[in-house]
């Protein structure tokens, strides 16, 4: 060895060690962290822009964690600020951070090396929820195949749609249909037009494939698995092989969009500003649309600043839910709000434990949803706080942009264009919270789970 080989070897040691010492769950953060930095650096190239001159480095920080965090929110309008570069730039940031930084990164090395370190597989194993180690392999393939076939499926039929029923060249067609079957399944909410969707609110053929690929995006990685898995078993067990998990997210999801479905039917059905010119079908399929968008997805069909204030409140609340564990969807997650449904069903009922389709459900699993939930309100509540200090404007809508941030749905009342520098950062941290912190927050509350030789004595304080 050479003294030049030596000496990086001796740089490249510790490095190494620091690296391999790191805890998967910082470093699921420390990559999002990371990418981030990388997407804010591209987009402030001059190329990025439509104009050829920089963007300023706030625009590019908020727009880049956007992009990587698949929120939506954008202080600048996509379609025509940003070059054809910078919105490839921004495709690229939406898929990695829809697929998972560290779910990318192992894939990649997957395939150049035809293997995975023990560290790489346990930090994948933290991003996607996989069962064990040995299942990371198969785990990573799987959501690549699914990610691919179900964004060219969405893209196919959105160019093909564009291309007849809109009229639109087949070059723009295609780039329209490809950004936005990406956007979609990835739960981003970033739309090439000024009105998002708006202008297709009527025709089913753009929005039924957006909306289920924003479902599917955002039921999670692990219920789409495990359903391809019982697909061949169905007729000898049924229901009764799907896990709690699957359960609990397909009944919930199912019910959130019922339920959203109807509430905003029943609040803007005579709304001039929304729905109120539709037709019955098209009112059922925009009432639908924005159920599902609610919770994860980030596109509009429909003007939200002309909102009822109960709808706006409504959608505030499916969109801290948000959509499915190891999902692309943001918020404390169906199976969060369910578990939570169940304690205290349990507890008006006087039984002892909570449990759903005949499972008991463990109590850490209890108090981590607790945990989870409570500390997402508190950011929530903070935030808000923080940004009627700074802006002019009616409650109703400061609270639905932060909770559009942490649920990183990217749905807007249209205040974010207009906000501060100080406000936009307030929002970009909660969008980094909100795509980070309840996978990392789970995970460490689940990897800290230990045990007591010995029990306290009990008492019981005076409750309500």
């Known amino acids: 060895m050479t003294r030049t080989e030596r000496d990086v070897a001796q740089l490249v040691t510790p490095l190494r060690r620091i690296v391999l010492g790191i805890h998967p769950v910082r470093m699921v953060a420390m990559a999002f962290g ?24 706030l625009t590019c920080l908020f727009t880049a964690t956007s992009a990587i965090c698949v929120t939506g929110l954008a202080v600048v309008d996509t379609g025509s600020y940003w070059s054809g ?7 690229v940031l939406i898929q990695a951070g829809g697929f998972g930084i560290m779910t990318l990164a192992s894939l990649l090395a997957l395939l150049i090396a035809g293997k995975l370190p023990l560290r790489m597989t346990l930090n994948v194993a933290t991003e996607t929820k996989s069962a064990g180690i040995g299942d990371v392999r198969g785990v ?40 936005h079957g990406v956007s979609a399944f990835n739960s981003a909410g970033f739309s090439l037009r000024a009105e998002g969707l708006m202008e297709y609110a009527e025709d089913p053929w753009v929005m039924l494939p957006v909306m289920t690929a924003v479902i599917l995006g955002a039921i999670g990685f692990p219920v789409i698995i495990e359903l391809l898995r019982h697909r061949q078993r169905r007729r000898t067990t049924g229901l009764r092989g799907w896990s709690l998990h699957l359960k609990l997210t397909l009944v919930t999801t199912a019910a959130l969009l019922v339920a959203g479905t109807l509430l905003t039917l029943a609040l803007e059905w005579g709304n001039s500003g929304t729905l109120g010119p539709l037709g019955v079908a098209e009112k059922a399929l925009g009432s639908f649309f924005h159920s599902a968008m609610a919770r994860s997805g980030g596109f509009n069909a429909t003007d939200v600043t002309a909102m009822e204030p109960a709808t706006l409140l409504g959608t505030c609340v499916l969109m801290f839910i948000g959509g499915g564990s190891a999902s692309t969807a ?45 500390l997402g309100i508190g950011v929530v509540i903070a935030s808000t706080i923080a940004l009627l200090t700074l802006v002019d404007a009616r409650f ?29 950062l307030i929002l970009i941290a909660l969008m980094f919270i909100g795509r980070v912190g309840p996978i990392t927050l789970a995970s460490a509350l689940a990897l800290r789970e230990r045990r007591r030789r010995y029990q306290l004595p009990e008492e019981r304080p005076i409750l309500g």
């Open 34 to 57: 990371i990418a981030i930095v990388i997407g804010t650096t591209l987009l402030a190239l001059p190329v990025s822009s439509e104009d050829g001159t920089s963007a300023p480095l």
């Open 85 to 91: 570069f910078g919105e490839g730039v921004l495709l």
């Open 140 to 179: 990573l393939v799987r959501v690549a195949l699914i990610s691919l076939v179900i964004e060219s499926v969405t893209a196919t039929i959105l160019t093909l749609r564009f291309l007849l029923g809109h009229d639109q060249p087949f070059g723009s067609a295609l780039y329209h249909g490809v950004f």
């Open 330 to 374: 943001g918020g404390i997650k169906v199976t969060t709000f369910a578990v939570l449904g169940t304690a205290i069903l349990a507890e008006v009922r006087g039984e002892p434990a909570a449990g759903a389709f005949r499972r008991r459900l463990a109590p850490q699993v209890l108090r981590q949803a607790l945990t989870i939930a409570l």
């Open 396 to 424: 109703d809508v400061v609270l639905f942009e932060a909770v559009s941030a942490f649920g990183t749905v990217g749905l807007s009342a249209g205040l974010t264009p207009d906000l501060p520098a100080a406000g936009q």
